[in-house]
């Protein structure tokens, strides 16, 4: 079975780390679009599309906000499978039908998450896993028929409708990116609480949320399985 192509859809507005991210972690042919440039894939000639992590909100009106809905849309409708990490999570939920809201509280830091249903993108990784998160919006309701497999006292951090998964966490940080992160909320958050998170980005921290990085090959393992379906079916 040939290597996947995935398109990655970058929406974070500072590409680069975003991207790096992914490229180290997603072991696939990457085609990379910075959505928020208006860069977007021409077509659905792919294997597989991820929708990556970003500052904005997905009810913000935005034309690459509405230009990322449509083609995930279409993208779906083609019944090409994608997976949605954090801004993808509720992206795709909100395609599909959910509700995004905003959050009184802002969730970040190294947080435990439960799975509440298994699910084959969560195969290999505890029941109970360390995650990194960072968001102010938060899927509450996810779409209809959808099923929810992951989540904390914050709400959903994980569904799956059809071919398309999404998580709420970043598995892709590593330790340099969370505290990046973290630093950059520098006027939204206290100081103390800024604080609080930095000292909790550590190695203990860091390997036991490296765990749920397993979901990027599960994700790779089921577009490869839909890539063998269609050569057999043609």
Not at 2 to 14: D, G, M, S, T, V
Not at 67 to 79: D, P, Y
Not at 153 to 166: E, L, N, P, Q, T
Request: aromatic share 10%; hydrophobic share 40%; glycine share 10%.
């Amino acid at each position: 079975m040939k290597r996947p192509r995935i398109a990655l859809l970058n929406a974070a507005h500072e590409a680069t780390e975003t991207g790096r991210n992914f490229h180290r972690e997603l072991d696939a042919d990457l085609d990379e679009f910075h959505c928020p440039a208006g860069d977007f894939p021409a077509g659905f000639h792919y294997d597989g599309f991820v929708v990556t992590g970003s500052r904005a909100s997905v009810y913000w009106d935005r034309e690459w906000i509405g230009r990322l809905k449509t083609w995930t849309s279409g993208a779906i409708e083609a019944g090409m499978p994608g997976l949605g990490v954090c801004y993808g999570h509720q992206l795709l939920a909100d395609v599909m039908g959910g509700r995004v809201v905003g959050m009184d509280e802002y969730e970040i830091g190294y947080r435990t998450v439960e799975q509440v249903a298994r699910n084959r993108l969560l195969d290999g990784v505890d029941e109970t896993f360390t995650v990194f998160t960072s968001h102010s919006d938060r899927v509450a309701e996810a779409p209809p028929g959808a099923t929810v497999f992951a989540a904390n006292d914050y709400g959903i951090h994980g569904f799956r409708k059809g071919d398309v998964f999404a998580v709420q966490f970043h598995p892709e940080y590593d330790m340099a990116m969370a505290r990046s992160v973290t630093k950059g909320k520098d006027g939204q958050l206290s100081a103390a609480r800024i604080q609080e998170v930095l000292d909790g980005i550590n190695e203990e921290n860091y390997r036991a949320a490296a765990g749920c990085k397993r979901l990027f090959d599960n994700f790779l393992d089921f577009v490869s399985e839909v890539q063998a379906d269609r050569v057999a079916a043609e």
